[in-house]
């Protein structure tokens, strides 16, 4: 892996999802109350957990490979760790070395389309992070572990590489978990640039109003280049202040609110990748302020953390971990506070592979199997009230509590349904709720609504269940893209429907 671097609705009678209140309890006289109970089990959900590391190079493509990514679900043990996990997250470095002043051509595009392909038939999704270099040079520099030239490319050969990449990206967002900024800099870490600023100490140790713009640019291309319901990583925290409110910006500008989550707006859609967690107070320059050209670099490592950690409510973490030394701090809980990070700032996945001395340390500090579970949304149900019979002309009134136990909320869109499953014919009637799953933070979530049962439904006697597929229509029917609520004996792992446990007889 990489040398440690310095960086880096409650609608009126039909409907409501009451993220805070327990909801009403009372029970009808057709009614009943289902209690459920919690399960220990780390098992693999969709988006969500430790993910693996590969990587390509444009003339040298080796292409993912499907018996690999098997195994990377049903558990394998990371390159020098200590410990085995399930992955549905597959980290995907396409490294671009020789093409900083050129198109890329039509076989990497082919390739990279064959990967998407690959990656669909396994049931995993990609973090795929474009770059053109993950090599540094040491020489007579101020930092000599890393000097110049950094061999990245001009912002006029990115936006053409962007554009080539556009619509691959396009056909194959339903296997993105999420994009990662990328093409600036070593690593694609937006620090260590030949053109967009170098404010390491080899450079003007500053970043200034055009390198703001010119990296604004680059996000900006990469949010157009995705569809809407589809979040970009950044490295710099930063960025997503001065790419909102202008280079002026401050780092005590506004974090996002919970109205302007999941809008599919620029602001909704951007995340962060944090590949130095816990790795010293700022984690390596992860949240420095990094001036203008009006104002010098300030100490604001305690503002950055607080818009991050306010921001991360509604978008994507992500990232790895990059140095043991910043210990115990990076230890398991009581000496250090490393599964306080992880909910502070709502971290839904880690790398599996990097840095096997800090993930180590949490297998034997006995913290890892609660990370495991707890990466991410962890969603499980408390009880469900759900009626005993109804007639074909009556209302079906569901309350249903859950929690989510996890670190974060999904952040990519899904539906949430009820199913009314015929136990004789097996025919099955969907009724969606009205819901926003990006906003089920760590906490109680209520689903309540009254439905209209589905016209032509027949009298007869059907399993209720809580179906949660994938947004994309290609994924919805493929049970490795539905959410498995943490539950024993809920699971149906052939439908990837969640099973209520509950028959209701229609008349």
């Known amino acids: 892996m990489r040398a440690i671097r310095l960086l880096f609705p409650f609608i009126l009678l039909a409907v409501a999802c009451d993220k805070t209140s327990g909801g009403d309890n009372t029970v009808g006289k057709d009614s009943t109350t ?29 292409a993912l490979d499907a018996a690999t990514l098997a195994t990377y679900k ?41 990967d998407f392909a690959t990656a669909r038939a396994a049931g995993v999704k990609l973090i795929p992070r474009f770059t053109y270099t993950i090599s540094v040079t040491a020489g007579s520099c101020p930092e000599s572990w890393i000097c110049t030239p ?14 080539q990449l556009k619509p691959i990206l396009q056909a194959n967002a339903d296997v993105i978990a999420t994009v990662q900024l990328g093409f600036i800099g070593v690593w694609g870490e937006n620090f260590y640039t030949d053109y967009f600023g170098d404010a390491s100490s080899n450079g003007q140790k500053q970043l200034l109003d055009n390198n703001w713009t010119d990296r604004s640019d680059v996000l900006k291309a990469m949010l157009d280049a995705l569809p809407a319901d589809r979040m970009v990583q950044i490295r710099l925290p930063q960025l997503k202040q001065k790419f909102v409110y202008g280079v002026s910006a401050l780092p005590t500008s506004s974090a996002m609110t919970a109205d302007e989550a999941a809008t599919g707006t620029d602001k909704a859609r951007i995340g962060f990748h944090n590949d130095c967690f816990l790795s010293s107070a700022n984690d390596y320059g992860t949240f420095a ?19 991050t950690s306010m921001d ?20 398991c809980e009581p000496s250090g506070h490393a599964e306080q990070e992880f909910s502070d700032m709502h971290y839904s996945f880690l790398n599996a ?15 890892l199997d609660n990370i ?53 014919s097996k025919k099955t009637d969907t009724l969606t709720f009205t819901t926003e799953v990006r906003k089920w933070l760590t906490g109680d979530v209520t689903l309540r609504q009254s439905f209209k ?35 024993e004996n809920v699971w149906e792992s052939t439908t990837g429907y969640n099973n209520l446990n509950h028959k209701i007889t229609i008349q």
């Not at 693999?44 to 993910?51: A, H, K, L, Q, V």
């Not at 061999?151 to 990115?158: C, E, H, I, Y």
């Not at 495991?372 to 149900?381: D, N, Q, S, V």
């Not at 007639?391 to 859950?402: E, N, Q, W």
């Open 34 to 62: 289902i209690t459920y109970t919690a399960s220990t089990e780390d098992f693999p959900n969709p988006e969500r957990g430790f993910y693996r590391y590969s990587e390509t190079t444009v003339d040298n493509f080796t």
């Open 74 to 114: 049903s558990g394998a043990t990371p390159s020098g760790g200590s410990f085995s996990v399930m992955s549905t997250l597959v980290f995907r470095y396409f490294i671009m070395t020789g093409y900083t002043g050129k198109s890329l051509p039509a076989t990497f595009l082919t390739n990279l389309s064959k």
């Open 150 to 163: 950094y061999g990245d490319a001009p912002k006029s050969v990115v936006l053409n590489h962007i554009s």
């Open 289 to 307: 302020d990094y001036g203008s050209s009006s104002s010098a670099p300030v100490e604001a490592t305690t503002a950055m953390r607080n818009y």
């Open 312 to 331: 991360s409510k509604y978008v994507v973490v992500g990232g790895e971990t990059c140095s043991d030394a910043y210990s115990p701090q990076n230890d």
């Open 353 to 367: 592979d990097y840095n096997a001395d800090v993930n180590n340390d949490w297998q034997t500090g006995g913290c």
């Open 372 to 424: 495991k579970r707890k990466l991410g949304y962890r969603l499980l149900l408390k009880d469900a009230i759900l009626p005993t019979k109804l007639a074909t002309t009556d209302s079906l009134s569901v309350t249903i509590h859950l929690q989510n136990v996890g670190y974060a909320a999904p952040y990519n869109p899904r539906p949430v349904q009820l199913l009314l499953r015929n136990t004789e």
């Open 453 to 487: 049962l589905p016209a032509g439904i027949t009298a007869g006697t059907y399993e209720v269940l809580l179906n949660l597929p994938d947004g994309y229509n290609s994924l919805r029917n493929m049970p490795a893209y539905s959410i498995r609520l943490a539950n």
